[in-house]
């Protein structure tokens, strides 16, 4: 089955560390992939996607993430974590299902920021 | 450019009862997507809407159903609310593609009695 998978539902980083979010996905075609954030009692936001060329894609706030279709990830990275990023995270692919497509979100992972 | 709009914004309903969340897309944007936000069990997509007509449906009961206006405004609604309907509804919205990106409004909470 297609489907994301987020490790690790709770990442703690102290403030000025580098932040490291994983993402996996299945998916027998290359897919579009997306990164959203949350923050409380808010909807999502998003931070970066890649759809085709450059595997590295920069988005806002400093996140970057890197397709690497060998590996089938997308992690988002951020050299030197704010208090302001602490937020759900969401890692998102477009799958094909049944001739329609829809957007697949994992679980999210939840980045506490310690001071 | 106005965002991706909710209405209402918090909703408390009792079991059995019926509810309608309605969502106002971004203007240009024909596509609208309806998500439930359950506590521990991330995003589920409910419903893609697209001209009118609905595109994709996820593992959802027939009770959740809505509609697409010619304005391309989008209705949910759900039918004999139980308990596990609690929870946050998000509209998304994007030009006609699944692959284009998903904007997304504030939510309405739905809290189920």
């Known amino acids: 089955a297609q489907s994301v998978t987020q490790l690790g539902s709770h990442v703690s980083v102290s403030e000025g560390a580098l932040v490291l979010l994983r993402c996996n996905y299945s998916?027998?075609?290359?897919?579009?992939l997306f990164w959203y954030v949350q923050y409380p009692n808010q909807g999502l936001q998003l931070l970066l996607k890649?759809?085709?060329?450059?595997?590295l894609v920069k988005g806002i706030n400093g996140f970057e993430a890197e397709f690497k279709k060998s590996e089938t990830s997308f992690h988002l990275t951020k050299p030197s974590a704010h208090m302001s990023d602490a937020a759900e995270y969401f890692c998102?692919?477009?799958?094909?299902?049944?001739?329609?497509?829809?957007?697949?979100f994992g679980k999210g992972t939840k980045l506490t920021v310690n001071p | 450019e106005a965002g991706v709009t909710q209405s209402p914004t918090h909703l408390i309903k009792t079991r059995g009862q019926q509810v309608t969340l309605r969502c106002s897309p971004i203007?240009?944007?024909?596509?609208v997507y309806w998500y439930q936000q359950a506590l521990g069990l991330g995003l589920q997509f409910l419903l893609w809407?697209?001209?009118?007509?609905?595109?994709n449906r996820g593992n959802f009961p027939p009770r959740f159903s809505g509609r697409q206006f010619p304005n391309y405004s989008s209705e949910l609604n759900v039918n004999a609310l139980e308990l596990e309907d609690s929870a946050l509804y998000l509209c998304?919205?994007?030009?006609?593609?699944?692959?284009?990106?998903?904007?997304f409004g504030p939510g309405t909470r739905l809290t189920v009695l």
């Open positions: 203007s240009g944007h024909t596509s």
């Open positions: 998304a919205s994007s030009f006609h593609s699944a692959a284009d990106t998903q904007y």
């Open positions: 890649y759809t085709t060329g450059a595997t």
């Open positions: 998102a692919v477009t799958l094909t299902q049944g001739g329609s497509e829809k957007l697949v």
């Open positions: 998916s027998s075609v290359p897919p579009y």
């Open positions: 809407y697209d001209e009118g007509e609905e595109r």
